[in-house]
């Protein structure tokens, strides 16, 4: 089993930690975002697309790369932290994405973040603390549950 996940972690490196945090329990290799171009997503049993949210979705130069894909791998995973942690809404246009270009999206998961964007940061931030040990915790478990599905969707096969 090998999966791959590629990071736009830019703000605060809040999904970045999420992504290692997966990586502590699951055969995952992390692509930042800039070295994406090394690697090839069709070597991967499943890829994962994550970032933080910036205005209402993953960022534009991430939804651009999977846009510009010639080929999606079959199997892909979505995650993202943002301040609000809403990644059912955050996350769809990524899946929507993905989903159209035939890519069969195993799950989703999101989680609020620090954010110290604009009026934010004279407080010092929202969501202090944020991803924290809860969240590694839920994210680890959502990778498990990948994992299985994977391997379900291989030995269905
Ligand atoms: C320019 C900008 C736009 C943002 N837009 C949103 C947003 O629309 N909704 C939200 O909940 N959080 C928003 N955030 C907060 C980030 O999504 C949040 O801090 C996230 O954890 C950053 O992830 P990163 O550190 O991995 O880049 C925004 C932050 C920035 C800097």
Redesign the pocket.
């Known amino acids: 089993m090998k999966l791959l996940a590629i ?12 992504a290692e945090a997966m990586a502590e329990v699951a055969p995952l290799t992390i692509a930042p975002f800039e070295d994406a171009d090394k690697y090839n997503l069709l070597q991967y049993d499943a890829v994962g697309f ?8 993953h ?1 534009n130069k991430l939804l651009e790369y999977v846009k510009k894909l010639k080929e999606v791998p079959k199997y892909s995973f979505v995650f ?7 990644s059912r809404k ?1 996350n769809a246009k990524l899946i929507k994405l993905l989903e159209s270009k035939g890519s069969k999206v195993l799950g989703s998961f999101g989680c ?7 009026i934010f940061a004279l407080v010092g ?1 929202v ?1 202090k603390g ?2 924290n040990t809860d969240d590694f915790d839920a994210a680890q478990s959502f990778i498990e549950d990948v994992v299985k599905s994977v391997e379900r969707e291989k030995q269905s096969k």
């Open positions: 990071v736009h972690s830019t703000h605060m490196g809040n999904t970045m930690q999420i994550g970032g933080g949210i910036n205005a209402g979705s960022d993202s932290t943002s301040a609000t942690g809403k955050y609020k973040g620090l954010c110290k964007f604009f931030g969501n944020r991803p």
